[in-house]
């Protein structure tokens, strides 16, 4: 409901207006992605873009590069924050793993992808939505205003893929697992009884040259690095969000009107709730995909909770009271 009033109460601000959403001509903005075009980010760009371009009646167009074409994720992010490594290449909008903030004075904006933080989409939804996300996306304050948090958005959860099928969690003891991530999960994983590695470039390749047994992957990212084969089995243990942060330049905001941001805050709420409902659809389709493929497919042998809940709280006593809301 409250999300619903915030829209209503922006869009009889943009109908009050009689003059055109821009104070300048058409306006070209650069969103840098590096999965291909068809991607889950990718996709979230395109209609994040079609939004920008209908609220403003196409004053502002978004381009979305994909296959970094602009740059790898540091480059991108970098160039988000205002830092030219090359003259001419220009970044206003990119997503990122929140993980990767924790190096620019925002460590704060990876609780969302702790361990067992949310229960379902839905919950992470309402998060996204609500007005303690709008607090945590004020860290560009912090650092300088050189880039602002415009959104919070998910890729799906994060499944165990192996070799072999495990019948419980505490089959986990002894194996490598390769997780993206903070200490903390390296922590969680250490007291689940497997033994946490670094991700590798190629995991694919680890899995052959049996570097590792096991590792963090959502669907999406399985089937993308054809992990079929190598690892045969996903244990669907939901156990923590992949969540990402779209942000952009603090430079291109400056040059937008007020409206123009009204604008771009809108095309966020449409953009955080169609995330949902893809992310939900593609879920589907990609685990009877592999169901038809041959993967083993192992629903949940225990929960992650008992494990990783008793971490998590003396992780974020600094921050109880913002964790305390996403984890309900």
Not at 79 to 91: L, R, Y
Not at 295 to 323: N, Q
């Amino acid at each position: 409901m409250k999300k619903t009033i915030v829209f209503v109460l922006l869009l009889t601000l943009l109908g009050s207006f009689t003059l055109p959403v821009s104070a300048h001509e058409s306006y070209m903005l650069y969103f840098s992605e590096q999965d291909s075009e068809f991607s889950l980010p990718a996709m979230l760009g395109f209609y994040f873009g079609d939004r920008i371009l209908e609220y403003t009646d196409h004053g502002l167009a978004l381009d979305v590069y994909a296959d970094g074409m602009l740059g790898d994720v540091e480059e991108s992010l970098r160039q988000v924050q205002g830092i030219k490594d090359n003259e001419g290449v220009t970044v206003d909008f990119m997503l990122v793993p929140v993980s990767e903030l924790a190096g620019i004075g925002a460590g704060e904006l990876s609780l969302p992808a702790l361990p067992t933080t949310f229960s379902s989409h839905e919950a992470f939804r309402a998060f996204a939505e609500s007005e303690t996300a709008t607090g945590f996306l004020e860290f560009p304050k912090k650092n300088g205003e050189k880039m602002l948090c415009i959104a919070f958005l998910e890729l799906g959860y994060e499944q165990t893929v192996l070799k072999a099928p495990i019948s419980s969690l505490k089959d986990l003891q002894g194996l490598r697992y390769a997780a993206d991530g903070s200490l903390l999960m390296s922590e969680t994983l250490t007291a689940l009884g497997a033994v946490p590695v670094d991700m590798p470039q190629d995991c694919a390749a680890a899995f052959n040259n049996n570097t590792i047994d096991a590792a963090e992957k959502t669907l999406f990212t399985y089937q993308t690095e054809f992990l079929q084969d190598c690892a045969p089995v996903v244990l669907m243990d939901n156990h923590r969000m992949d969540v990402y942060a779209l942000v952009m330049s603090a430079d291109a905001w400056r040059m937008l009107t007020n409206l123009e941001r009204t604008c771009v805050k809108l095309s966020a709420i449409d953009t955080i709730e169609y995330n949902v409902g893809l992310v939900s659809r593609q879920e589907e389709l990609q685990l009877q995909a592999l169901r038809d493929s041959g993967v083993t497919v192992i629903e949940a042998v225990g929960s992650w909770t008992d494990v990783a809940e008793p971490l998590v709280t003396e992780y974020t006593k600094p921050l109880e009271s913002l964790y305390s809301v996403m984890h309900k």
